[in-house]
Antibody
Framework: EVKLVESGGGLVQRGGSLRLSCAASGITSDIYWMSWVRQAPGKGLEWVANIKQDGSEKHYVDSVEGRFTISRDNAKNLLFLQLDSLRAEDTAVYYC?????????????WGQGTLVTVSS | SYDLIQSPSVSVSPGQTASITCSGDRLGTKYVSWYRQRPGQSPLLVIFQDTKRPSGIPERFSGSNSGNTATLTISGTQSIDEADYYCQAWDGTTVIFGGGTRLTVL
């Protein structure tokens, strides 16, 4: 069992920055890939970025490439998402999600989400 | 880019079988996962690797994937199953979600 808890969301002006964190607890050795997935108000799920367990691979959706940076601190069981040059369309609830050795391609664990609001 | 297409809505009567589909080019060559999301809640994995159920997911949830279509089937649908359902697959090292299907039980 793994528990994920996000923090760091808030209200920010267009062009501003935020740093989201996700704290993992439990059997974290089971985690394989970790991702950030966002959901704009009233919309569907959109994958944003992922990072492999050892940090050797990072990938981004085209719309955030060059503006967002994913990273992790395995010693502290923390996942981060640095959001720069924010746009109104980045407004969403941001979830961290994890695949595991049991479900390497499906996100078995999700956090409760943290809301990012970008004002114009 | 790779797209996963879902019908926006599906309706089913209580006790009947609900089928939610997800379409994509040669989707049968990829592993598909399915998520349930109730209002105000985080997504919940209900099917992974096309057909497998995580611990705690009822047996009435099942999945299949062949050709260009993956299907989530809910047998004996209950009112608690009313939610949004999303399919998901990997396109190389990136993740794709379908647009979601709202299941209404009436």
């Amino acid at each position: 069992e793994v528990k994920l808890v996000e923090s760091g969301g808030g209200l920010v002006q267009r062009g501003g920055s935020l740093r989201l964190s996700c704290a993992a607890s439990g059997i974290t050795s089971d985690i394989y890939w970790m991702s950030w997935v966002r959901q704009a108000p009233g919309k569907g799920l959109e994958w944003v970025a992922n990072i492999k367990q050892d940090g050797s691979e990072k990938h981004y959706v085209d719309s955030v490439e060059g503006r967002f940076t994913i990273s992790r601190d395995n010693a502290k069981n923390l996942l981060f998402l640095q959001l720069d040059s924010l746009r109104a369309e980045d407004t969403a609830v941001y979830y961290c999600a994890a695949t595991t050795v049991v479900s390497p391609l499906g996100f078995e664990y999700w956090g409760q989400g943290t809301l990012v609001t970008v004002s114009s | 880019s790779y797209d996963l297409i879902q019908s926006p809505s599906v309706s089913v009567s209580p006790g009947q079988t609900a089928s939610i589909t997800c379409s994509g080019d040669r989707l049968g060559t990829k592993y598909v996962s399915w998520y349930r999301q109730r209002p105000g809640q985080s997504p919940l994995l209900v099917i992974f690797q096309d057909t497998k159920r995580p611990s705690g997911i009822p047996e009435r949830f099942s999945g299949s994937n062949s050709g260009n279509t993956a299907t989530l089937t809910i047998s004996g649908t209950q009112s608690i199953d009313e939610a949004d359902y999303y399919c998901q697959a990997w396109d190389g090292t990136t993740v794709i979600f379908g647009g979601g299907t709202r299941l209404t039980v009436l």
